[in-house]
């Protein structure tokens, strides 16, 4: 079994309450717009990570991750990119990924929207986390924690860490 921390578009921020929640997981998953190297840093120094890049990252970031991450996790194929849209109005691009990798599980950042929902049609549970930065147009900052075993998520959660804006011993800033 996997505890899994997903969380989006933190836009350069991070504080106690994410490295709090990142500390409890067994892996954080991060659907892009990192901000800076120092969030990422952090992260990995905390527990290990995986990390796309969106479209706010600059070149380091880029260079620390990658556009699309396709992988297994505990018997659950996943497919994780920042820009997808939402099970009926997917990308162009994100369409073709979950016809190519078929994944159990579709995870994706940029709306700063939490969503989770089944998509029918391709039949994987889409996931968007919102966002856990403090800038940007959300009220709430958001994240999600489940578990995987055996082929199976477990024990989903929708975080709350408060309002936009609102700081607490963060780390600012944009490569």
């Known amino acids: 079994m996997k505890k899994i ?15 709090s929640y990142a500390a409890q997981a067994d892996e954080v998953w991060h659907a892009g717009d990192v ?6 840093d952090t992260l990995e120094e905390i527990k290990p990570l995986r990390a796309v890049f969106g479209n706010i990252d600059g070149h380091s970031i880029r260079l620390q991750t990658e556009e699309v991450l396709h992988f297994t996790c505990e018997g659950v194929p996943v497919v994780m990119t920042h820009i997808a849209g939402y099970p009926g109005r997917y990308t162009s691009t994100a369409k073709k990924l979950i016809e190519k990798y078929q994944p159990q599980l579709f995870i994706c950042g940029h709306s700063h929207i939490l969503k989770v929902m089944q998509d029918k049609k391709y039949g994987h549970l ?12 959300h009220k709430f900052r958001t ?3 489940f578990e995987i075993e055996k082929g199976e998520l477990k024990n989903l959660e929708a975080i709350e860490l408060g ?7 963060a780390v600012h800033g944009t490569d």
């Open 5 to 19: 921390l997903l969380l989006s578009d933190t836009h350069g921020h991070m504080d106690e309450k994410i490295a």
């Open 163 to 169: 309002q936009r804006g609102k700081l607490t011993n």
């Open 126 to 137: 889409h996931m968007n986390p919102g966002a856990v930065g403090i800038s940007g147009f």
């Open 143 to 145: 994240l999600l924690r």
């Open 35 to 40: 901000g800076n190297s120092e969030v990422l």
